[in-house]
């Protein structure tokens, strides 16, 4: 059974940093398009970072020059750095996957079909 599973949010005041970790398990063939996805109290759930196949990452306007999205050397897992995080930025945090379960599947960059839970990061001033 394949999970998305992050970790690393937290409390943290604004100005500071908070680095989430997303780890793909079970038995895959490999990843291809990942993102990040973040949902505050009372709005929609916004794109904040993507990363696709090739390596190739875009950023919402509003996190721009202050997070940054990674894959890990084995490319299961998914990473966020949140720098100079503001109080806007609290929401739950959502790590997504186009997995490929054996070789030959295809494969897509701007689809998902796993789901992490979510992690919740709280910016205080």
């Known amino acids: 059974q394949v999970q998305l599973v992050e970790s690393g949010g937290g409390s943290v005041q604004a100005g500071g940093s908070l680095k989430l970790s997303c780890v793909v398990s079970g038995y895959i063939f490999g990843t291809c398009g990942m993102g990040w996805y973040r949902q505050a109290p009372g709005k929609e759930r916004e794109l904040v970072s993507v990363?696709?196949?090739?390596?190739?990452?875009s950023y919402a306007d509003s996190v721009k020059g202050r997070f940054t999205i990674s894959k890990g050397n084995g490319k299961n897992t998914l990473y966020l750095q949140m720098n100079s995080l503001k109080t806007e930025d609290t929401a739950v945090y959502y790590c997504a996957a186009w997995v490929q379960m054996r070789w030959g599947d295809r494969c897509r960059d701007y689809e998902y079909n796993y789901w992490g839970q979510g992690t919740q990061v709280t910016v205080s001033s």
């Open positions: 990363i696709r196949s090739d390596g190739t990452k």
